[in-house]
């Protein structure tokens, strides 16, 4: 037997083993890079993904910390617009309280002068005399009265027109923040359209990565059951090259144990026969005979 035969059986199915392996492997190896692929696409649509997110955070603060400014101003307004209330009401009241004597003085200031022009050009009695004198210092005592009245009332006046001021002052204040307000909420109103607007692509970005990620985790079992199948192959295929080389190994023993008999034969013509028939018995035993 040659050293480098083995059974056909054995060679076919060994061969076999290694083309199913071969087969496994390419399988296995396929799958795995349409997996790797899948992985890539589904990692960059994460990434996009969250590259919009990290943008609508961003947003979200500024959004966040113009609502707080939003809030400020309209607390500011509130105030003020509370005050200068508070102050009308109050400038109102005071309105009433003191009177203007303006008017009484310039009565009384005629009247005065009318009773003076009689005491100075017309002939009065005794009785009539002395009645006129005591109406003209009735008068004059009341014309003091309300002079000081008057100072009284520019005092007040000049304090309620400093509340006007401070009325005006406030309303103006108000006024700026309200304004504030409403340009803080046209602000808002665009942050809030530009969160709308990219909501949907996160949806879509995320529904497609979740499709790629489920793709990817199913081309993961396929290529591992197919690396399953080819450990378990490979194990019969390592058997069966063991098998065939432990043939030849026996074949090649078998071989050097006849070339050593013949050898030593040669060397001793009369055991010459005898080691032909010791062969001959062996490769009987081995069952192959080849003479």
């Not at 303006?102 to 005794?126: A, C, F, G, W």
């Not at 295929?237 to 144990?257: F, S």
């Amino acid at each position: 037997m040659d050293p480098d035969e083995v059974p056909q059986e054995l060679v076919r199915e060994l061969s076999d083993g290694e083309k199913r392996l071969r087969s496994i492997y390419e399988r296995r190896d396929g799958l795995n890079d349409q997996a790797k692929v899948v992985r890539e696409l589904r990692d960059d649509l994460q990434n996009k993904r969250k590259a919009i997110l990290e943008q609508l955070r961003a947003t979200r603060d500024k959004r966040s910390a113009l609502i707080e400014e939003m809030k400020a101003a309209r607390a500011r307004r509130d105030l003020y617009t509370e005050r200068a209330r508070a102050l009308l009401g109050f400038k109102r009241k005071k309105e009433g309280a003191v009177k203007d004597p303006y008017e009484d003085i310039v009565v009384l200031e005629k009247d005065l002068n009318e009773l003076e022009h009689r005491y100075q050009t017309m002939p009065l009695s005794m009785g009539k005399e002395r009645e006129l004198v005591s109406q003209i210092e009735e008068k004059r005592k009341r014309m003091n009265e309300l002079r000081g009245k008057g100072e009284v009332f520019q005092t007040h006046r000049t304090e309620l027109l400093s509340k006007e001021e401070e009325i005006e002052e406030l309303r103006r204040l108000s006024d700026e923040e309200h304004k504030k307000v409403r340009e803080l909420m046209e602000k808002l109103d665009d942050l809030q359209k530009e969160i709308d607007s990219v909501t949907p692509s996160l949806d879509h970005l995320r529904n497609e990565a979740d499709k790629k990620h489920q793709e990817y985790l199913e081309l993961r079992q396929q290529a591992d059951s197919y690396h399953k199948k080819s450990l378990e192959l490979r194990e019969k295929v390592v058997q069966l090259r063991g098998e065939r080389d432990r043939l030849k190994r026996d074949a090649r023993a078998l071989m050097d144990e006849q070339n050593k008999a013949v050898n030593e034969a040669l060397d001793n013509g009369e055991k010459l026969e005898d080691a032909a028939d010791k062969a001959v018995e062996m490769l009987l035993k081995k069952g192959k005979v080849s003479l």
